[in-house]
């Protein structure tokens, strides 16, 4: 759909590719068509199940810093600023999404993983947020989600260090949640993309609404998830769920 960033529909499961040869650099032109494929996947009731994909080599190595060494404030917050909406246009798009991992995820490359629900890793993965040895921390998520994800103990070592993490590292500490073997990450992405398709799409995205309110304070995550729920029953994929059930067969959800 863009010059860097493309989207490929089979079945119920899309995939979203980062092409930016040779490191999937997160200039700013990429994270806007991030944010129109986030747009264009959200709006099409067919696609189920998200996969963001790299390539073979690499997810995306962060932030474009040929481009970026003689800005100043006013034209950097124009770039992060850029991949700060791809992220939280990514995490709000209302179906189960998978980052498939190859390579590295560095930088505004992992910020992109960690804005995804689920993150398969190939074993010969890193994974890392190097901003502070550059001078910098990172600006587009990072020192918010991966304390959310890890724990602000393990997330201040990887911040401070600046230290990339191995994927069998980053399954220990829950920063992914699949190791793959190399070069098959997305393979496995996909599988899991392909069995989240075939699910109740309403009620993933319910779920996501009601996840993304665990970090407020419990009686507004527990309104949240109340009128999620309760909202469930006046869908056809709610009947089919129990009625399957009760018929010891399994459910045929249409997303509706």
Known sequence: MGEFVRIDIDGGVATIRIDRPPANALARAVSSELSEAAA??????AVRAVVVWGGERMFAAGADIKAMVDYGPNEVAEDVGALERACRDLEAIPKVTIAAIEGFALG????VALACDLRVAARNTKLGLPEIRLGIIPGSGGTQRLPRLIGLARARQMVFSGDPVSADRALESGLVDAVSPPSEAYAHARRWAESYA???SLAFAAAKRALAAADRPLEVGLRVEREAFVALFATRDQEEGMRAFLDKREPRFEGR
């Open 198 to 200: 075939a699910g109740p």
């Open 40 to 45: 264009t996947l959200t709006g099409d009731g």
């Open 108 to 111: 505004g490359g992992l910020e």
